[in-house]
């Protein structure tokens, strides 16, 4: 098998106004930025309002493990198939990060035959979209010191600034700094740090925005930090938000691109899965779905975090009824939640795929919660054995009467994925669209919330708020953000906060160790265990092999 | 008078591969960012060397003044004169900075009826090239610090790196930072600070480079820290170059777009005019110059710097030949030269435009030097006298011998350039094509290059090396770098290294704060006086007045 560059390099793309003609968008609607890579007008974005609504399907995973599950390239692989059994369908993707290119993370385009092109730009700068989220957030930081250093009209304690800055780079010694050092001219000495530009609130409200008024609006609601009477003040109050959408207008349109088979993608926004809600652009969602007949988008993470937060942050505020939810599981994977060891992967094991099925298990009750129809993607891969596949379908059949069916999008492309591409078309098709039922109503406490999350979808016993946050909360409330949805980070890698309880723990407690307002995106973080919002270089960072080969093409980047 | 924006608003902007066509550009070697803008590709541009070289004129300054020159709008009004009158002309200029257009700097791209569209694209993100050096510069930063983090295997002494970080804001509050605080995880704490990314040497590296594969050379040769037992490490040592290329790769494209009378115009790359060349990239001028019969090209500040680091670093490192100077003055500028206020610069006055015509004398005398033919342009403000132009006029050519020619391309675009453009192509068509007398010769010690330039151009009795700057000049010499041009960091307001020194001071003496090194860009940079890197934002930044107006257009940016 030839690796993923060397694929997509053989590829010949169709133009971009080519698939853009195919789901009817003409080329005066388009701004290309070269042959293959398109934004859709703003102007057409609204105009797509009108027409009725596609049938959304979600793609999530079990608990991820270091056996990789495949979720990006499944919801590529499906997306092709679909369109392969004529159901026209867009493809619905965040936008890969820059800053982790350079360490180990490797590309994040889909992979195999089941990839979205053109691979280097989509996992570079693209269409620049996060470096003018960089931008209008480095823009908001620099106001908010230079409104300290021209007399602090406002009053803001500077102690209590909200607001770190921002850059899509892993670069660890950022994390904590003291600036405005130097004397008096360079401002009043503070201290503040640098998250990843993917956890910037912007990036949030970017993609739960429903347009350019809508983002405009909910970042005037960022509250950045406290007066010295501890009263919010917000990027309205610094009068930031009017530049700042300025910075944001080209970036808000979604981009169009292609997979590898021609099925039109929208690749837009990225938010982290921890302290935000880890989904593409409300914006790209519900123009794919007016686009396609069908749009298949994913979300960050397991479905414990990632399929929650779709539902219960994004559907809910940007009224989505998704039709069908794919679960993506491999042998590997479940081998490993159920005690096996990443080298002893090529070895057939059924017991302890057995044991750890307990982890999907729970991952198909928890979205059945949501009254969405399930079915399981098996990505399928090479030392998986018939024995291992044929009971995992077993297991699903009759203990969870839920469809197992194995892709081999990967190795095939969309050949490869015509059963799962089937049968979700059978259930989507054959669900009444309605409202999903969330996790919890929005009129319940911030801590009620949390709780119901925990013992309903984590198996916890329940759930330990430190004092700390629980005041945070009791104020946030008091200022009138009580309705607001919880956006939970915790480890991805368990349903308790303790990454190394894989499988699927029961009766654990959930510390919550702080929370945060993100007013702006409309929601609270729980914040469950140590988060990391700036990522590290290893030892080798993939840096020191990236390079252009003698013919300008790049190299060691994926 | 409309403004500048209900100017660019109101015109109607040709397709760009119209304007590609018209200089010969196919469109497929065309890399659109949307139907305006658009990339030239390498392989373009690498072919283009083969073809005969056009005329190469320069378009520099007198000293600034709060009155305004008109530097860039001249560089485009003469573009669309000569092509008015039939010379097949290509506009080359710099790319504005991001970070300025918040503050009260306004937009870069011309003004009046000379100006390059579209304009607030140009003056945003544009093509995304700041962004893409912004990257670049901070993989190096991040890779830097994790070296130190990961054992330091090359002995780097953290106390000794010259290599700050950069950011495309004015953000006085990151001028100084303490950095890696917060404990074992985020490395070793040193201080640091950022400087604005038209300071890179990322960004003198991308304007110097003649292709990808000089690029990467460059950026090897960077010098960013020094070992514990004070030898160099450069980018090279630390691996960073392949990926940092493969971050430009794209940006090093240059960029086409129209002036309003539909001139094609290069923008490419924006180095800071102080502590780097003030030039636009060496790639576009060389293009420009195969791709019109002439290339009309600016320098940043007044010719004492612009002018200066044009012949003796950007023509000496990529073998220009200028055919023509245009020197710009205005009847307002040198009135204030001549000690006006600028509230009384309404009223006439030649006594003052006398006594300040000896900096524009000194500015002709310093350009003829280099060898080049000089004419001059009088941007006319309509508050300007005819007595006043007539003066003016008879100064340049009783004492100077030059030509001094009225413009009005502001208020009337090109028809009001056309007696400059008639002047221009006579120079340059009978000028033979000849290398320039460079200020000094390359083997000259460094100290002896800066004195060079200080006593020839400046007027200045001498120099004064601080024992510091002597001592590092001294080290610089030893190992290897005597040969280096170059680059004088003062201030643009005088020929002094006191701003408040207008006119055509004499017998000052020029301190040379520090010294330091870009071995990529291939310049000595000697500091005199307080050079600022990172600037800051006003009171009432203009950031406050940005926003997008009912109809989505951005208001208040220029």
Known sequence: MPTDIEIARAATLQPITAIAERIGIPEDALHSYGRHIAKIDHA?????????EGRLVLVTAISPTPAGEGKTTTTVGLGDALNRIGRRTVICLREPSLGPCFGMKGGAAGGGRAQVVPMEAINLHFTGDFHAITAAHSLAAALIDNHLYWGNALDIDSRRIAWRRVVDMNDRALRGITQSLGGVANGYPREDGFDITVASEVMAVFCLARDLADLEERLGRIVVAETRARAPVTLA???????????????????????LEGSPALIHGGPFANIAHGCNSVIATRAGLRLGDYAVTEAGFGADLGAEKFFDIKCRQAGLSPSAVVIVATVRALKMHGGVEKK??????????EAGFANLARHVENVRRFGAPVVVAVNHFHADTEAEHAALKALCADRLDVEAITCRHWAEGAAGAEALARAVAALADG???????????????????IRTIARTLYGAADIQVE?????KLAQFEANGHRHLPVCMAKTQYSFSTDPSLIGAPSGHVVAVRDVRLSAGAGFVVAIC???MTMPGLPKVPAAEGIHLDADGRIEGLF
């Open 529 to 531: 265990g140590e988060i």
């Open 344 to 353: 002893a992967l090529g070895t057939e094991n059924v017991a302890a795929l």
């Open 237 to 259: 109050d610094l009068k930031a938000t009017g530049a700042m959408t300025v910075l944001l207008k080209d970036a808000l349109q979604p981009n169009l691109v292609q997979t």
């Open 44 to 52: 057409h974005i609204r105009a797509l309002e009108a027409r009725p």
């Open 467 to 471: 004092s700390k946050a629980a005041a």
């Open 431 to 449: 669900t009444p669209r309605r409202t999903p039922r969330f996790a919890y109503p929005e009129e319940a406490p911030l801590a009620d919330k």
